[in-house]
């Protein structure tokens, strides 16, 4: 029941406005404090937004991954980039794909329960003809008439599958190792049973584009597979790299590094001439270069200018002394 107030309390409800006395933000502020929100159970939020950024940059350099090596599969360019990361309900992934569709059922271990990426079937027929030896066709404006796919090209598809797996490991490989493995390929979604319709999944929506054709693929992720590795996904723990354990693994990456072997390349100078002295050249003969005798040479490293140095020999081998290191290129 709404309260009248009288003309006194009205005017001294005024008086406090006017004066400052009473914040009318803070009043707003305090209604929606107060305001009740709607919660709908069969989608519970249980990943923070912290969890999904480190899904976004685990999912980025799958896209980087997975376009380069379906890329090379197909011998024609796929872009591939991140279209949305959300949670929702088992039902509601599975209602929102077509029928017929490609979807690879797999298990990685270390996360609990199967996992599934639906490839849109537009992509999957312009993968068949490519790698049958075809390119881009009509044929595609023509998928609805189709029924389903043939055992020849869902074995096709197979590999494209297997591709993508591939690179799901490696992006993965960052956070924690994971070992996939291919279960199954279903063509209808309504015969995929592998979970109660209202289990909560992380849903990563991908744009793939060939042939300037734009269609979608799908990760599904059960939130129960990520209940072990929480922990792995929190951005601070992953960066934290004062913690003993990563620590080690500075450490290891470091010994990695300095043990990589690099190109080094010394320019003793250079000078022109043309085809008919080339040919003419014969051993004994001397070669005028650009430098002087005391002018010191440049070394590179891949291909980049890093040090003067000065020829020499030790142990009757010749080697060069380091006279200079050169933070930019100096030509």
Not at 41 to 61: A, D, G, V, W
Not at 125 to 140: D, F, N, P, R
Not at 304 to 312: A, C, E, I, S, T
Request: aromatic share 10%.
């Amino acid at each position: 029941m709404n309260q009248v107030l009288s003309q006194q309390e009205i005017d001294s409800l005024l008086n406090a406005l006017h004066s400052g006395e009473i914040d009318p933000n803070t009043i707003k502020e305090e209604e929606e404090k107060n305001k009740v929100k709607s919660y709908d159970f069969r989608r519970p939020i249980k990943l923070s937004k912290e969890y999904i950024n480190t899904l976004y940059m685990i999912f980025e350099n799958f896209s980087k991954m997975a376009g380069n090596a379906v890329s090379n599969l197909i011998h024609s360019n796929v872009d591939i980039k991140i279209g949305a990361i959300e949670q929702v309900s088992f039902d509601e992934f599975i209602h929102s794909i077509p029928n017929p569709t490609v979807m690879g059922l797999f298990h990685s271990k270390l996360l609990k329960g199967s996992q599934f990426i639906e490839i849109n079937p537009q992509f999957c027929v312009q993968v068949i003809e490519l790698m049958c030896g075809g390119a881009e066709s009509s044929y595609t404006k023509n998928l609805k008439k189709k029924d389903t796919f043939t055992d020849i090209e869902l074995g096709i598809l197979e590999e494209t599958i297997l591709t993508f797996l591939r690179a799901f490991k490696a992006a993965w490989s960052e956070v924690v190792e994971l070992e996939t493995e291919l279960d199954d390929i279903q063509t209808n979604p309504q015969l995929v049973q592998s979970m109660s319709p209202n289990e909560p999944i992380i849903l990563i929506s991908l744009i793939l584009e060939l042939f300037e054709n734009k269609t979608f693929m799908n990760i599904c992720i059960p939130y129960m597979s990520f209940e072990d590795i929480t922990d792995k996904l929190s951005m601070k723990n992953w960066f934290d790299f004062e913690k003993e354990g990563n620590q080690d693994y500075k450490e290891v990456l470091t010994k990695k590094i300095e043990s990589l072997v690099v190109d080094l390349e010394v320019d003793l100078g250079e000078t022109f001439m043309t085809v008919d002295d080339f040919l003419q050249i014969e051993v004994g003969d001397i070669i005028q270069l650009n430098r002087k005798i005391n002018d010191p040479l440049k070394m590179y490293v891949e291909d980049k200018l890093h040090y003067f140095v000065r020829p020499g020999e030790v142990d009757d081998k010749i080697a060069v002394e380091v006279l200079q290191y050169i933070e930019e290129d100096v030509e």
